[in-house]
């Protein structure tokens, strides 16, 4: 199936501790994001990368570092986890920078609970 | 900066019911408009993208407007179905950008 799937769905875990969620598109899309969904269920932008490129980064702690190894996966490592990161992390591409005709497609989401 | 708005937060309405849901946007140069879906726990699913230069679009029963110079867009739902709650979100791309900004969302319930 074509998708953009993201590792793991629910992740519990310690304050102070370091996490990583994984993100891979088989879409052939340029641009991979990270969208955080907080407590209210608001989305807002946190990180575009396009071609192994970061070309946005939304005022998010340093805390939170992307990697991108390829066009086709963009990974998230955040650091001495906060209970404030608490929230759903979606993963999401699209095939051009400026989204174009064809406009965005996203993962199922990362659950994380800081405890 | 961009900023999107939903009227309603919430909505329920019984089955069979035609219904509008609003999103405004306050920066008209838009590039594109994208209408969502999200089920409780779920990701989003796409419904329906409006570019700039297009006035609507359809899929099914369901019709998306937009209106650029007033800074609006609209999701028509006709004849709606208890499968049709969920979240409906609207987001916004401005040109030269690629990021979406999005509306809080307008939870929909409808009763059978």
């Known amino acids: 199936d074509t998708a953009v799937s993201q590792t793991p769905k629910y992740l519990v875990t310690q304050m102070g501790n370091d996490k990583s969620i994984k993100c891979e598109q088989n879409l052939g899309h340029d641009t991979m994001y990270w969208y955080k969904q907080d407590s209210k269920k608001f989305l807002k932008i946190m990180f575009s990368y396009n071609n192994k490129e970061l070309i946005i980064n939304e005022t998010v702690p340093n805390r939170f570092s992307p990697k991108s190894p390829d066009k086709a996966h963009l990974n998230l490592h955040i650091n001495s986890l906060e209970l404030g990161d608490s929230a759903v992390y979606f993963c999401?591409?699209?095939?051009?920078?400026?989204?174009?005709?064809?406009?965005?497609?996203f993962g199922s989401g990362t659950r994380l609970t800081v405890v | 900066k961009q900023e999107v708005t939903q009227i309603p937060a919430a909505l329920s309405v019984p089955e069979g019911e035609n219904l509008v849901l609003n999103c405004s946007f306050t920066?008209?140069?838009?590039?594109?408009l994208q209408w969502f879906r999200q089920d409780p726990g779920k990701g989003l699913t796409s419904l329906l993208l409006i570019q700039s230069s297009q006035r609507e679009q359809t899929s099914g029963r369901l019709n998306a407007s937009l209106d650029k110079s007033s800074g609006r867009s609209t999701l028509y739902i006709a004849a709606s179905q208890p499968g049709d709650s969920a979240t409906y979100l609207c987001?916004?791309?401005?040109?030269?950008?690629?990021?979406?900004?999005f509306g809080k969302g307008t939870m929909l319930l409808v009763s059978p």
């Open positions: 920066d008209s140069a838009i590039y594109n």
């Open positions: 987001a916004a791309t401005n040109s030269g950008y690629s990021t979406l900004t």
């Open positions: 999401a591409s699209s095939p051009l920078t400026g989204v174009g005709d064809y406009g965005y497609t």
